[in-house]
């Protein structure tokens, strides 16, 4: 079992900039690809950024890419999304997710998930 809690979401203006991590707690999380999502309530969750395990892979959703960069701290069992030139459309709960094999874009392939943290971009 691997706990997850999300942080740093809050409300910021357009064009900038947050950053979220995810402490992990449990196994080790170093054994874990990690991944970022966001979904607004009623609708699927929607894949942004994944890493792996070793730290030498990345994937970005499109809608991010050059915008977004995930990152993480296996010493510190923790996840982070750096997220720059925000726009009001980037407006979500966002969720950091561990998967047990290799990194995938597919929300049902992740087996853990943190609670999620709001990300607000106003206009």
């Known amino acids: 079992q691997v706990q997850l809690v999300d942080s740093g979401g809050g409300l910021v203006q357009t064009g900038g900039s947050l950053r979220l991590s995810c402490a992990a707690s449990?196994?080790?999380?170093?054994?874990?690809?990690m991944g970022w999502f966001r979904q607004t309530p009623g609708t699927e969750r929607e894949f942004l950024a994944t890493?792996?395990?070793?730290?030498?892979?990345?994937y970005y959703a499109a809608s991010v890419k050059g915008r977004f960069t995930i990152t993480r701290d296996n010493a510190k069992n923790s996840l982070y999304l750096q997220m720059n030139s925000l726009k009001p459309e980037d407006t979500d709960i966002y969720y950091c997710?561990?998967?047990?094999?290799?990194?995938?874009?597919?929300?049902?392939?992740?087996?853990?998930w943190g609670q999620g943290t709001q990300v607000t971009v106003s206009s």
């Open positions: 997710a561990a998967s047990s094999g290799y990194i995938y874009t597919l929300p049902r392939l992740y087996n853990y």
């Open positions: 890493i792996n395990l070793n730290v030498d892979q990345t």
């Open positions: 449990g196994r080790t999380f170093s054994n874990y690809a």
